[in-house]
């Protein structure tokens, strides 16, 4: 399998403080990849590089064989913000007519795929609602039905279970086991550990820098532990 995403040497500021240094980074297509770190480690910095809402300073990001930012490679990725960009006085089925129209999907199509995203993130019930009275974790179930809706190759999810109850975070997991099953390659942001685990690599960001990566059963090994939160920790201190 080719590559979906590569950062190569990537230094990122924002004015004077260096946010991101040396970062080279390589995602295997139709892999799930999960970036771990604690907050302010970076997370979302690289994968708004990846989806070509930054720039870095030095260095180059290449998806899908193509230098970021791209317009053309804007089609292919699903991005999902750590923050909702929802807006409030349109209802969940709105959103998704929105979106799907700016990806200019044929009216069945539409059709199919706004059923499709609804049922997945348990939101068929609520659509004609207006987000104004979605709950938090509503919210971010629909900006993950938002990021799926044009059936995108490369999925770029930031924190996308947080504020989402235990067993609808199961759901979403085995639906993204499904998708990368379709050859689909997906970028997920996370703290929690027990989701670092399935991911098919993990890469370990501290402080702008990768300590660490591999699979999960590599990062044991390597740390003598079957705690991935002792993994994180023992990463972090061969760092210092
Ligand atoms: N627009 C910005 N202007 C200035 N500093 C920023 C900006 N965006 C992020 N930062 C800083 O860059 C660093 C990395 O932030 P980033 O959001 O990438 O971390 P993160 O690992 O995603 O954290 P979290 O898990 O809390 O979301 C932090 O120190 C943050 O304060």
């Known amino acids: 399998?080719?590559?979906?995403?590569?950062?190569?040497?990537?230094?990122?500021?924002?004015g004077k403080k260096t946010v991101l240094e040396d970062i080279h980074l390589s995602v295997k297509?139709?892999?799930?990849?999960?970036?771990?770190?604690?907050?302010?480690?970076?997370?979302?910095?690289?994968?708004?590089?990846?989806?070509?809402?930054e720039t870095p300073e030095h260095g180059s990001v290449n998806v899908l064989n193509k230098k970021m930012p791209n317009i053309h490679v804007l089609k292919n990725i699903g991005y999902m913000a750590q923050s909702d960009a929802l807006y409030s006085?349109?209802?969940?089925?709105?959103?998704?007519?929105?979106?799907?129209s700016m990806y200019k999907l044929k009216k069945s199509e539409m059709n199919e795929r706004i059923a499709y995203a609804a049922n997945l993130v348990n939101l068929t019930e609520d659509l004609s609602k207006k987000v104004s009275a979605?709950?938090?974790?509503?919210?971010?179930?629909?900006?993950?039905?938002i990021a799926l809706i044009h059936n995108p190759s490369l999925l770029i999810l930031d924190e996308p279970t947080v504020g989402?109850?235990?067993?609808?975070?199961?759901?979403?997991?085995?639906?993204l086991l499904r998708l990368k099953k379709e050859g689909k390659t997906i970028i997920v942001t996370t703290h929690v550990m027990d989701e670092a685990e399935r991911c098919d690599v993990i890469t370990m960001v501290r402080n702008?820098?990768?300590?660490?990566?591999?699979?999960p059963k590599e990062l044991k090994q390597r740390y003598g532990t079957e705690d991935f939160d002792l993994v994180f920790l023992l990463a972090g201190r061969n760092d210092k």
Do not use: C
Request: charged share 25%.
């Open 1 to 14: 399998m080719g590559e979906a995403v590569r950062i190569e040497d990537v230094n990122k500021k924002y």
């Open 29 to 53: 297509a139709g892999a799930i990849h999960g970036l771990i770190g604690p907050s302010g480690a970076g997370k979302t910095t690289i994968v708004k590089l990846i989806a070509g809402m």
């Open 89 to 100: 006085n349109l209802t969940g089925s709105e959103h998704l007519r929105f979106f799907a």
């Open 134 to 145: 979605y709950s938090g974790g509503m919210k971010r179930r629909l900006s993950l039905a």
């Open 164 to 175: 989402i109850d235990p067993e609808l975070k199961l759901q979403i997991w085995d639906e």
């Open 208 to 215: 702008g820098k990768r300590i660490a990566e591999g699979t």
